[in-house]
């Protein structure tokens, strides 16, 4: 009726009356269907608190987060305070360094422990640098603790930057009433330390500013009116990036680019980000202006290319008279064949033949001999080395796939598996939905002579001297149906987790958090920098 157009009649028929009773009764039942899986995850919740810790009693099993809860709850019950007394008299004082990545049960326990006056308790942290709450830190445990402190001692001398660097910083920061949101969470100006003439960083003999603010203009970049969207920011900045270190690197090839009196080099060179897609953006672009640079991510081994080459070359060796699968582990770059070769094989029944020949062996030594020794004469055999190494990025190619080997050597010595059982292995660590151990993270390849990229949460601590943040402006948007955390400042900062975010007051408040925790991550990249630093901004969505 709404689409009727003028002076027309809207076209009638019981089928129309049945359709729309039909899409109401579906919206009901959809309805019902969403409060229903509500239920259900808030029973999941329920069940596993009161059965996980049952099971692992059972099996006799504890983490390391069971040894907290467990000392808190022996500190809260009946001889509390004797067991409280008994640590302060063989620990008369605690330093707890890195404060700020605390939790509520850890700060309880120190709380109970380190209480009185016959006992001392530093609590060491800066909260501008509490960016973990992915691994369970709780900044409001730290704030909690902050109010309850007698004494405050702050070193406000910072050793890392050139004087000019901190005055940038000291500005940006110093700008806002509440930089960092909280009022729990102040910010205080650092004053540099003298510095020496050779430690600065000089363009042909001069002084440069040390802050780069890069303005993206959304007016040149997007739709009229339009803020720019990610896409097009992850369109344009890696190049940027890229032709920028480009620059200084030829700059101080030429010897106008120096640090002191050495010129500026590969190593000198840090980016940072905040995911591993837009680490590998910027490797792109580094690649493409043959730069060599190295990846200091929390990548997965088996989410890598050379883990997918790894499963179809493993299955072709499995399975030798499979034709299919043999032509697919030809074609990858581990053995380098291309259309035109596979084609001309397809014609050379000869040559065909001495690859199912040498897969057959292949299979053979791995069934007699075990994985490892038949991988490493594949190796040699194939000259895999050679071949991965003749890439641009050929040493990080060939440092996963050597790490896959020791993993799969490892496997199946463990768990006894021949091909069948560690291929049908490879297959599960393979699948996106696998959890993964934290050893089978991302190797690093050689970094000697390299631009570093690196997350944010890694170069936490860390120091370089020059720094680009191209990705800090992204967003701190909670979308309409997704799930969030949150702390109620009304009920002592209690931390919540809303399982129906439609219906919620509170996304206000994750939002906040997540704005705030943004602030935080852009402050730990913008005084990693020693000598300079790129600071990416403009009017980006969300």
């Known amino acids: 009726a709404a689409n009727t157009k003028k002076n027309c009649l809207t076209p009638k028929h019981p089928f129309f009356d049945l359709c729309e009773g039909f899409q109401e009764k579906a919206k009901a039942l959809a309805s019902e269907m969403d409060r229903q899986i509500l239920f259900l995850k808030g029973e999941a919740f329920r069940y596993l608190k009161k059965e996980l810790p049952a099971r692992k009693e059972r099996q006799n099993i504890q983490s390391f987060d069971d040894l907290l809860i467990r000392l808190r709850n022996a500190l809260e019950k009946t001889g509390g305070d004797d067991l409280a007394k008994a640590i302060r008299t063989k620990y008369r004082a605690a330093l707890i360094d890195e404060f700020q990545d605390t939790d509520p049960v850890q700060y309880a326990i120190f709380k109970s422990v380190f209480r009185g006056e016959e006992s001392i308790l530093f609590l060491i942290g800066d909260p501008k640098q509490a960016i973990y709450s992915f691994r369970g830190a709780d900044l409001f445990a730290y704030m909690r603790a902050a109010g309850h402190v007698d004494s405050r001692y702050t070193l406000t001398k910072n050793w890392r930057s050139e004087p000019g660097l901190i005055t940038a910083v000291n500005t940006i920061f110093s700008n806002g009433k509440k930089p960092f949101i909280y009022e729990a969470i102040p910010f205080e100006p650092s004053t540099a330390k003298e510095r020496k003439d050779h430690e600065f960083l000089k363009i042909n003999g001069k002084e440069e500013s040390p802050f780069h603010l890069w303005f993206v203009d959304a007016e040149k970049v997007a739709e009229s009116g339009k803020p720019i969207t990610k896409g097009e920011a992850r369109e344009l900045i890696p190049g940027a990036v890229a032709g920028e270190i480009s620059r200084l690197l030829r700059l101080g090839k030429e010897g106008k680019a120096r640090i002191g009196d050495r010129p500026v080099q590969e190593a000198d060179i840090a980016v940072l980000v905040r995911r591993n897609s837009e680490a590998r953006l910027v490797q792109e672009s580094l690649t493409a202006l043959r730069v060599p640079s190295v990846l200091h991510s929390m990548g997965d081994l088996f989410e890598t290319d050379e883990s997918r080459e790894m499963s179809r070359v493993l299955s072709a060796i499995g399975s030798p008279n499979h034709e299919p699968l043999l032509k ?25 033949e001495d690859w199912v020949v040498r897969f057959r062996e292949y299979n053979e030594l791995w069934e007699k001999r075990g994985f490892i020794r038949m991988f490493r004469y594949f190796l040699h055999r194939e000259k895999i080395r050679t ?16 790490h896959l080997s020791e993993v799969l050597h490892q496997e199946s010595s463990e768990r006894k598996l021949g091909v069948v059982g560690l291929l049908k292995w490879l297959r599960q660590q393979r699948d996106p939905e696998s959890p993964h151990l934290e050893e089978h993270q991302l190797r690093l390849e050689s970094d000697a002579n390299a ?39 009304k009920d002592d900062w209690k931390l919540n987790l809303v399982l129906n975010p439609e219906e919620s007051p509170n996304r206000m408040l994750g939002q906040k958090e997540i704005l705030a925790e943004n602030l935080r991550l852009l402050y730990v990249s913008l005084t990693r920098a020693k000598n300079r630093c790129y600071l990416v901004w403009g009017r980006f969505n969300e």
């Open 387 to 402: 071949r991965l190494l003749s890439f641009p990025d050929g040493e990080r190619r060939l440092t996963n796939v050597l």
């Open 328 to 352: 697919v582990a030809l074609a990858t770059d581990m053995l380098g064949k291309r259309g035109e070769d596979l084609e001309k094989l397809a014609r050379d029944e000869a040559e065909w």
């Open 451 to 489: 631009v570093r990229i690196v997350t944010i949460h890694k170069s936490k601590g860390l120091e370089y001297p020059v720094v680009f943040c191209p990705f800090n402006w992204d967003g701190s948007e909670i979308g309409k149906k997704e799930e969030f955390l949150f702390h109620d400042p």
